[in-house]
């Protein structure tokens, strides 16, 4: 590990800061402009003028929008997100074990989905243009086709309704044994994987036959190296950097994407968090929940810049 | 077969090989081309047979068929190739994986594209060897080694830890024949090995092969399309056109009295008569002290580079890759604005950038490159593409502009029934005279000719010259012509600048500079050049001042 490399690095989390800045200030700006505001929405239609001005003091909402923003910004940097106005809970406490059940699905749906992709992407282009490499490919574009609700209650009827090996609701608790807790979010994380397989396996088998056109694979080839190990070994090293980037906007959408499968699930995670609240438009939470996803979006997105970056031998062993 | 029984000492042995592949012309239905007809041929073990001839006369097509491999779709519909007595077309699949890289390796005429980036040179050089079990990996890594030492590689102990890019183009073919050799194979097949090297650095890799030639007793096919070079390495020459056999014999038989017609042209040298005009008065475009870098860095391509061209000349910039050559057509084009120094045209100084500059000027400097098929538009007609600089530099439309076109068609001896084609459908040559045409119909004062003969085979390159030359005494026009190639320079230049690492090392009128006494770096470049004699890569190499800088 050189200078350059850790130079290129520093750079793209510098950048990544910036972003979520920017977001952030996005963020602020599009609740701010929404019609209404705290005051209102709490009080309701009701509301007296005096009662409205006294909750505006009370919440300082009377300060001008930049100093609410660093007040804002300020919180969240330091774990402070609010209160909940439809609850008056606070937020970063209600969340925490919300979105560490969003991290648990989508944890174990990017342990199954990630390899399955990739095995099934090597082994598309091991067959290319035959039926193995057609039946992979259609099979892998039928379930992303399919929405992820219809995915959902196919898989609700099969395996919970007909054979009942899962449970159709998806309720997890604090302190529930891990075996349990893995059977609970069968069906979701299966149906997760369905949704998010056939980018990340189509993208691999494309970034590979891409690499199989060039010189280095045809002297491989002419070593005698078996077509398998063509590909595993000099084909998919070269084909790595657009493969951790459908891999991590991938794992970005099993985090934040995942409403609807939450909903049908009815699984405690972020999205419902996020669905019942913008409902209720309750601003505080959906500010909290935006800043979140952006953050993780950011991040996955610049470890998938420096997976690239990392396997790139001319950086990595510069001259 | 009756005589299949291979005769002792016999190694390879082909039979009336035919390969075909299946073609998907635009807009017609797939058709199957024959690219081999019959050809036979009989290689002894340690003996070298050069297979000779231009792009497409089927020398790789069949170097490859000995180790039964066709590249993008290649098929090897009749024949037998015997290897050790064997019909290697008989073993299938798992047969080919068997013998390739064990008793047959290949040698790329890329290394730097051959080799995977992503591994370490030694990984890549024993991979073979550990795969057909024939050594440990520790015995393969000390064979590895001692080739390298071989090979006169720096480093040989501690090379094979580096990454191909981190090692230059001509220490990669030797690398990538250190990797062929390793697995001890009774054939080696050479593909172009020294092609992509500079001419300086081609004689070192050239005497390299050679040496681990003499010294392993392994035999090979040396594919080339350069006479001069397989006739300091090989025992025999195979001469091949079209995919049929031309001429077939002793490496001093097919150098000193050719049979063939086709042979003789081969041999042949193509100087074509050029006498020197002397330079006007006044240059028109006056390179003063120009320096340059890329990207603001402190490497400087060009150092204080000065040039001048006069009208209707030719100033012929030579070097080999890394000069800068390249770097100071784009400062003259105002691609890379020069961090000092400028040009003048017509005695008033150019914008230093490209933007700046009014289109009069644009349209008085035009460009031809090396690659034809890259520098046009695969979905434009040749009519469209010579039609362009009409459009944009003259405003000239319709039936006048078709006029024209025709005119220029008729320049570069090609007729107007090229008007609709697409330039997939023609050959390298004829891609070349349209981008010749192209930059013609700007009628500029200069033209930058980037090696354009260079992609191009002996015979249509000679072509291309031959038009550029006549063009110039038409036209009036003045060319700067990059090149690496010192007989080209002879055929077409007035004046010469030889570049080396960014700076002009000699300078002036054709006839002084290539007449001693020399400085080291033309002397080198000099010498490099093959010629057509047995023997001259050893004369060569004894008699030479520096070692080139690709070493």
């Known amino acids: ?319 | 077969m009756a005589d299949t029984k291979a005769k002792p000492g016999l190694l390879l042995d082909i039979r009336n090989l035919r390969i075909e592949a299946t073609v998907f012309p635009p807009g017609e239905a797939p058709k199957n081309i024959v690219l081999v007809h019959d050809v036979s041929l009989t290689l002894e073990k340690g003996k070298v047979l050069g297979l000779i001839g231009e792009s497409g006369a089927g020398k790789s097509t069949i170097g490859l068929s000995s180790m039964g491999y066709g590249r993008g779709g290649v098929r090897i519909t009749g024949g037998e190739v015997l290897l050790n007595g064997r019909d290697i077309l008989k073993g299938g699949k798992e047969g080919f994986r068997k013998l390739r890289g064990r008793e047959v390796c290949y040698v790329a005429q890329s290394a730097a594209a051959a080799f995977n980036p992503a591994h370490k040179l030694m990984d890549q050089v024993v991979e073979a060897t550990l795969l057909h079990g024939t050594a440990t990996r520790a015995e393969a890594e000390k064979r590895a080694i001692a080739l390298f030492k071989k090979l006169s590689l720096p480093n040989p102990e501690t090379i094979g830890e580096r990454f191909p890019h981190q090692v230059s183009g001509g220490q990669l073919q030797r690398v990538m024949t250190a990797m062929a050799l390793c697995s001890e194979p009774d054939l080696i097949v050479f593909d172009e090995p020294t092609t992509a090297l500079d001419v300086t650095t081609q004689i070192d890799v050239l005497a390299a092969i050679k040496d681990a030639i003499r010294d392993t007793h392994v035999a090979a096919l040396y594919i080339t399309h350069d006479l001069a070079v397989v006739a300091q390495v090989s025992d025999e020459i195979m001469v091949l056109r079209h995919g049929r056999l031309v001429e077939w014999g002793g490496t001093r038989q097919i150098i000193k009295e050719p049979r063939q017609e086709y042979t003789n042209a081969l041999v042949s040298v193509h100087e074509i008569e050029h006498a020197e005009q002397k330079p006007g008065a006044t240059p028109f475009l006056s390179v003063k002290n120009v320096t340059a870098a890329y990207g603001g860095s402190n490497v400087k391509v060009l150092k204080n580079v000065s040039v001048d061209i006069y009208p209707g000349q030719t100033l012929a910039v030579v070097g080999e890759s890394g000069s800068g050559k390249s770097t100071l057509a784009r400062a003259i084009t105002g691609l890379l604005p020069p961090e000092e120094g400028t040009v003048t045209f017509d005695g008033r100084p150019l914008a230093n950038r490209l933007a700046d500059r009014p289109k009069e000027d644009l349209r008085q400097l035009q460009m031809i490159y090396q690659m034809a098929d890259v520098a046009m538009n695969p979905r434009q007609t040749v009519g469209t593409i010579i039609g362009r600089p009409l459009e944009f530099y003259f405003g000239i439309r319709g039936r006048e502009r078709d006029k024209r076109v025709a005119e220029l068609l008729d320049e570069i001896e090609m007729g107007k029934g090229f008007l609709d084609r697409y330039p997939a459908e023609l050959s390298g040559g004829q891609k070349q005279r349209v981008c010749i045409a192209r930059s013609l119909a700007a009628k500029p004062k200069l033209i930058i000719c980037d090696e354009v003969t260079s992609a191009l085979d002996p015979l249509v390159a000679n072509g291309i010259l031959k038009l550029l030359l006549n063009l110039q005494q038409h036209e009036k026009v003045a060319y700067l012509f990059i090149t690496h190639d010192l007989a080209t320079v002879k055929s077409i230049a007035d004046s010469i600048a030889v570049m080396y690492r960014g700076e002009v090392v000699r300078y002036g009128a054709k006839s002084k500079v290539l007449t001693p006494p020399f400085d080291a770096y033309t002397d080198l470049l000099l010498s490099s050049v093959p010629e057509m004699e047995i023997g001259w890569l050893e004369k060569a190499i004894k008699g030479r001042r520096m070692a080139s800088a690709g070493n």
């Not at chain 1, 969003?102 to 035959?130: D, E, H, K």
């Not at chain 1, 996020?274 to 935006?290: E, F, I, N």
């Open chain 1, 1 to 319: 590990m050189s200078s350059p490399i850790v130079k290129l690095i520093a750079q793209r989390i510098a950048l990544g800061i910036v972003l979520l800045l920017a977001v952030s200030v996005l963020i602020f700006a599009g609740t701010q402009i929404l019609p209404g505001d705290v005051a209102q929405a709490i009080l309701g239609q009701s509301a007296t003028p005096e009662s409205l001005a006294n909750l505006r003091e009370q919440l300082g909402l009377n300060q001008p929008a930049y100093i609410r923003y660093f007040h804002w910004l300020g919180g969240a940097l330091t774990g402070d997100l609010g209160t909940a106005m439809s609850s008056g809970q606070d937020i970063a406490t209600s969340i925490k074990g919300r979105l560490w059940n969003t991290l648990f699905l989508a944890f174990w749906a990017a342990v199954v989905a990630v390899p399955l992709a990739i095995i099934l992407g090597l082994i598309a282009v091991r067959y290319r243009n035959g039926w193995v490499d057609k039946l992979i490919s259609g099979l892998a574009l039928a379930s992303t086709s399919f929405p992820e609700f219809f995915i959902g209650y196919v898989l609700v009827f099969f395996f919970a309704v007909k054979y009942q090996w899962f449970p159709a609701i998806s309720t997890v608790y604090d302190g529930m044994p891990f075996g349990e807790r893995m059977q609970a979010i069968a069906l979701p994380a299966g149906a997760l994987t369905l949704v998010v397989l056939a980018h990340m396996m189509r993208m691999t088998r494309a970034a590979i036959l891409n690499v199989m056109q060039s010189a280095y694979v045809e002297t491989a080839e002419l070593k005698g190296l078996s077509a398998f190990n063509v590909i595993r070994k000099h084909a998919f090293p070269n084909a790595i950097a657009p493969i951790i980037n459908v891999v991590m906007l991938n794992l970005a959408y099993l985090i934040v994407g995942v409403v609807v499968v939450e909903v049908i699930f009815v699984y405690p995670g972020m999205g419902q968090y996020l669905v019942d609240h913008v409902t209720k438009r309750d601003v505080p939470v959906v500010q909290a929940v935006g800043l979140i996803f952006a953050a993780v979006y950011i991040s996955l997105n610049i470890i998938a810049d420096i997976g690239a970056i990392v396997a790139n031998p001319r950086l990595r062993h510069p001259k």
